[in-house]
């Protein structure tokens, strides 16, 4: 026999390298106290149906907080050779409280159980992300409200388009972020059902009451089936689709912050707190957290197709092959939440270079598609109209000047319909407030949209 809680059938010790290399103390310690919390739950569960005394229960569940404040105080040992977070603490329960530690595992398996510690474990940093989620949509919604008015260039193709105005690039980027906010929320719903009770994957012959478990633990109900509790990972690969998705949102605003703080775009100011110097180059500051936010990104794809891999053909029920799901999860999670947290920070701080993003959208003719409405509004067919200011674009470039810097007999070379009130259109200003509809770049659009978007995050 050997020293394992499963040695009986055994009749060597465990390879020193086997026993390491199947070991997931070194990672999975980091579910230590929703361990604890489960264990609890089910001591209270046991006890009210009569497979524990309540004697035991007490003795047990007074062991297992000892345990957690000594894991709090950071002098619990953890032991490879007891191989996960689970069999480390219930030794330790047996060590403390002698015999009755040894009943704590009735009618359950570590298969059901860490399964319910990794639900516990995300469900909490779930909801901290949709905290920072919050944060900063409410620091965007505040930085559009401010820059309602800033008119910059809108691009195609990194090409002027037309003007837009700054708070409304900002509420472009909110909308991304509340999806992601809608997504996790979404996710949070369909994981908050408790596997405990599947035990290994068929059930338990004890009389085990789960709704109590899963009240106790704040789930909305049991789950259905014993063998997919045990071996159902969607949840940490739906948290990772979420998490992929935000990435990719994320990196999106960084590339548009690192261009927007280049000498070349020089739109907007990050202050130093958020940037890093050169060793070299005395002149430089270098916008490093978009710059690693964006790099960060190709990590948590990588843990989206670890997992969608690591669950693909798995034949049920609990395999081995799940404990690897705990280290893409995790460093997701820490991902994801250092790379909000320095969003959620940044983006109020962000002091907008109004002048520049001004002068850089009088130029590249942003208001063409202003005089073509305009004409069309005289009376000239859509096409006709692109083909004149086409030709006075034409003109412009030759000519180094914009439309609006063109005199009137200028423009009605290419249109005698062009009048004196064409210059009311050609400005940055009546182009940005004319696009005065719902999903608009108008600022009275803007500040309605803020408003709109402030309560439906009070409504949550
Ligand atoms: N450390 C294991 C994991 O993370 C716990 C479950 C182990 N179950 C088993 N039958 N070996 O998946």
């Known amino acids: 026999s050997t020293n394992q809680s499963w040695g009986g059938r055994f009749s060597e010790p465990t390879d020193a390298f086997v026993a390491r290399f199947t070991a997931s103390v070194d990672f999975d310690q980091r579910m230590a106290q929703h361990d604890i919390q489960g264990s609890i739950a089910h001591a209270t569960m046991l006890a009210g149906v009569g497979v524990l005394s309540e004697e035991e229960r007490d003795v047990i569940i007074a ?17 490879v050779a ?4 689970h069999m480390n603490i219930e030794a330790r329960l047996t060590a403390k409280i002698g015999i009755t530690g040894k009943k704590l595992h009735t009618g359950r398996s570590r298969n059901d159980q860490v399964a319910t510690d990794i639900r516990l474990y995300l469900r909490d940093e779930i909801d901290a992300i949709d905290a920072e989620l919050t944060r900063l949509r409410e620091g965007m919604l505040g930085l559009a409200e401010q820059e309602a008015d800033t008119i910059m260039p809108g691009f195609t193709h ?6 837009v105005t700054f708070g409304h690039h900002l509420l472009a980027w909110q909308e991304m972020v509340a999806r992601d906010q809608d997504r996790l929320r979404d996710c949070r719903v369909r994981m908050n059902v408790l596997p405990l009770g599947a035990a290994a994957l068929a059930g338990t012959t004890f009389p085990i009451d789960r709704h109590v478990t899963s009240e106790l633990l704040g789930f909305d109900r049991p789950t259905e089936n014993s063998l997919d509790s045990v071996s159902d990972r969607d949840f940490a690969i739906e948290f990772t689709s979420f998490a992929s998705l935000l990435m990719m949102h994320l990196s999106r605003m960084s590339e548009e912050l690192v261009l927007w703080t280049s000498a070349q775009f020089d739109f ?9 110097g050169s060793s070299i180059m005395p002149q430089k500051k270098n916008p490093d957290v978009p710059e690693l936010v964006r790099g960060k990104t190709g990590r948590v794809y990588g843990h989206l197709m670890s997992l969608l891999t690591l669950m693909k053909s798995q034949p049920l029920a609990y395999n081995k092959d799940n404990q690897e799901d705990k280290e893409p999860l995790f460093d997701t999670i820490d991902t994801v ?18 002048d520049n993003m001004y002068a850089s959208a009088s130029k590249g003719f942003a208001t063409a598609t202003d005089l073509a409405d305009y004409l069309v509004r ?15 674009v034409a003109f412009g470039i030759e000519q180094q000047r914009d439309l609006s810097e063109m005199t009137l007999a200028e423009l009605q070379q290419f249109s005698d319909t062009i009048e004196q009130d064409v210059f009311d259109v050609l400005t940055l200003e009546g182009s940005v407030a004319a696009r005065n509809h719902i999903g608009g770049t108008a600022p009275n659009q803007v500040r309605a949209a803020v408003q709109r978007a402030r309560d439906a995050l009070a409504s949550r």
């Not at 062991?63 to 032991?79: P, V």
């Not at 939440?337 to 109004?354: E, N, Q, T, V, Y």
């Not at 005289?378 to 006075?392: L, Q, T, Y």
């Open 158 to 163: 990194l090409q002027s388009a037309q003007p």
């Open 378 to 392: 005289k009376g000239v067919a859509f096409r006709d109209a692109h083909e004149i200011v086409g030709k006075s």
């Open 82 to 85: 007891l191989e996960d977070v």
């Open 63 to 79: 062991g297992l907080k000892e345990i957690s404040e000594e894991i709090a105080r950071g002098e619990f040992e953890w032991s």
């Open 337 to 354: 939440r250092g790379s909000l947290r320095a969003f959620a920070d940044m983006i109020p701080a962000i002091r907008a270079k109004s």
């Open 268 to 276: 907007i100011d990050l202050p130093d707190r958020f940037c890093t």
